[in-house]
């Protein structure tokens, strides 16, 4: 095995498969239909509530709103929003953008009528699908583009720079599952009455998804994401050995449909194995469990809060069916899955992504012998070195910044490809990691939360390990703040749950005995602060964003 700072690919127990060429690329959208070919009659998706469509009444459906879209207009490389839940017709709407070769934009539905709007302007969405969820947003959205068309002020003003405005349309506005009001479009309105033949792909490089990415500052960026980028990432995945998901697999989709990791981790690997997919709107400690049992799941793949949903649920006998938990999006800390693996029997099995990446980059399923804490080996196709601050290979186990390269990588960020893959096709991610010598990724931190005192660094992620092992302390995010004599200084915002208010100096003590305790002294927070909750995004994701956001309202004076 080569040293960190090298590309590498990890020894496999199996034969090497061919990093996938982008001129073989088609995207999701073609693997409908060779799936209707081959298993017309096989249950595809299938709905918590009942509804449900097999591989070819999926693919006609496709073909229906492809071919719906073309008569409404709809050319090559218009921007498409659906902001749906997780419901069959998000499913054909997304392929059947693709199929169109128009552009998919998956936004969250419990996103505000703002950050529609904004994102709808940003990408010049000629379309927005709804349900009846979220049309009322999608209206007040509306109603917010229609002002600044007219130059009247909006709550858009400070988001909307004059060259967005310059493309902002006025979107035609499709429901699902509810009555259009005027000016509007039924869904069923919009679907051709008879799919007509898919035009070739001819370029696997036209931008198929527009993904936002929140980030941690500042506003969303929209990911471009290829055709190539989606189907090389779908077979990247195919090819781990044990596989992920199989042809006779009966998968979990309650992660959401509008984010990368449900979209082409397990959506595109269904339409990849032909597996079937069932469907759910979200995630219910007891619900979920129930569905599981009713439909029979094998693969569940899951967000990292799952776990402490479960955690005090009984769950003996309620995953029978279940083979594989895989977990994404965020690190388990090892403790969790040892739990978990111990009351259920059921391997969990965790790796790394970004929207960028389309999403997966390491699976422990990749590796040999995962060691506890890692999150795998990268998969083949997929390049992976560790920098230093100037760009230089790291020596020995040092952490330092993951740099990727493979055919599965964005093509930069909308609307001109601004920090996208380099000359030579590698793309720093901004997470800080280190490899052991068997090739399995241990991450650190993300580098823009790196925190900087009197010139030293420090990890956030190694102080949240020494609070959250003090006793009573359940949550821990751990920031930088400005500080006029250190630069910066450490901020630990703690939750301890079943706390009274007047117990919570005695949890700052003992968390600031157990960092005195256990860190160098410039790593010890300089304040704690004892929260009954912290910001999470949809994925579980702590929003240290938030954080941040609220530390420089204080420091301005506008918050106590």
Known sequence: MPRQGTSFMPTLPRMPIPAPTASTHAGPAALVSVAAGENPEKLAIVEAGGRSLTWSALDDEVGRVATGLAAAGVLAGYRIVVMTGNRLEFVTTYLGVLRAQAVAVPLNPGSTAREVARVVADCGARVLVA????????????????????????????????????????????????????????????????????????????????????????????????????????????????????????????????????????????????????????????????????????????????????????????????????????????????????????????????????????????????????????????????????GRPVEGEDPG????????????????????????????????????????????????ELVIVSGFNVYPVEVERVVSAVEGVTEVAVIGVADDVTGEAVVAYVVARGTAAADRGAVESAVRAACESGLARFKVPSRIEVVDELPVGVTGKVQKGRLRGYERRRAAGLID
Request: net charge negative.
């Open 131 to 390: 349900d009846a969820d979220t049309a009322a947003t999608v209206r007040a959205a509306v109603a917010m583009l229609d002002d600044a068309l007219a130059g009247r002020t909006t709550p858009l003003d400070g988001d909307v720079p004059a060259e967005v405005r310059a493309r902002l349309v006025r979107p035609r506005v499709v429901v699902v599952g509810a009555a259009p009001e005027a000016g509007e479009t039924a869904y069923d309105d919009l679907r051709a009455t008879e799919a007509r033949p898919a035009l070739p792909l001819l370029d696997p490089e036209r931008i198929a998804a527009l993904l936002y990415t929140s980030g941690t500052t500042g506003l969303p960026r929209g990911a471009m994401l290829s055709h190539r980028a989606l189907g090389a990432n779908i077979d990247q995945v195919a090819a781990v050995d044990p596989p992920m998901i199989h042809g006779d697999d009966v998968v979990l989709g309650v992660l959401p449909l509008f984010h990368v990791y449900g979209l082409n981790a397990v959506l595109g690997s269904v339409l990849r194995q032909r597996a079937k997919l069932v469907l759910a709107e979200r995630f219910d400690p007891q619900g979920t469990l129930d569905l599981i049992d009713d439909e029979a799941c094998s693969v569940v793949p899951v967000a990292p809060p799952v776990f402490a949903h479960w955690k005090d649920v009984d769950l003996a006998g309620r995953l029978g069916p279940v083979r594989l938990v895989l977990s994404g999006s965020a690190p388990v800390a090892p403790e969790v899955v040892a739990e978990f693996v111990d009351r259920t029997g059921i391997a969990v099995h965790q790796g790394y992504g970004l929207t960028e990446a389309a999403p997966v980059v390491t699976s422990t399923l990749v590796s040999e012998h995962p060691p506890a804490g890692s999150v795998g080996a990268p998969l083949g196709g997929i390049e992976l070195r560790l920098v230093d601050e100037d």
């Open 401 to 448: 910044e993951i740099r990727l390269r493979g055919a599965n990588l964005f093509s930069g960020y909308w609307p001109d490809g601004a920090d996208g893959p380099d000359a030579d096709g590698w793309w720093s991610t901004g997470d800080v990691a280190f490899v052991d010598p068997h090739g399995d990724v241990f991450l650190v931190d993300r580098v823009k």
